[in-house]
């Protein structure tokens, strides 16, 4: 049974530091993602992980201040969010893929498995 559960999300003040967690299980995955979504808005893509190889991608929005990891010993992904900013607020969802893809996929339609989703929410 595939499992992906999020963790971490919270209330914080512009400028804070946030780590999120993702507990993927239950199969071997090729990718692992993060994507939020906040009030109103489309599900939008942040950071994905290449699984074995460890190779990311962030979106522009999020580069230089968020740094998707993984850690595969504990089935683990990592969303580590720094300078957050209230635009940051949204549920940020985990999702995870065992297809095969030449680039690190970065559209919702990639991933089969998705969590629950955890709230961030940034004041300013």
């Known amino acids: 049974q595939v499992q992906v559960v999020e963790s971490g999300g919270g209330l914080v003040q512009a400028g804070d530091s946030l780590r999120l967690s993702c507990a993927a299980s239950?199969?071997?995955?090729?990718?692992l993602g993060w994507f939020r979504q906040a009030p109103g808005e489309e599900r939008e893509f942040v950071a994905a992980i290449s699984w074995s190889a460890g190779s990311t991608y962030h979106a522009e929005s999020v580069k230089g201040r968020f740094t998707v990891s993984r850690d595969n010993a504990k089935n683990t992904l990592y969303l580590q969010m720094n300078s957050l900013e209230p635009e940051d607020t949204a549920v940020y969802y985990c999702a995870a893929t065992s297809r095969y893809f030449t680039l690190l996929p970065r559209t919702s339609s990639a991933y089969d498995y998705w969590g629950q989703g955890t709230q961030v929410t940034v004041s300013s």
């Open positions: 239950g199969r071997t995955f090729r990718a």
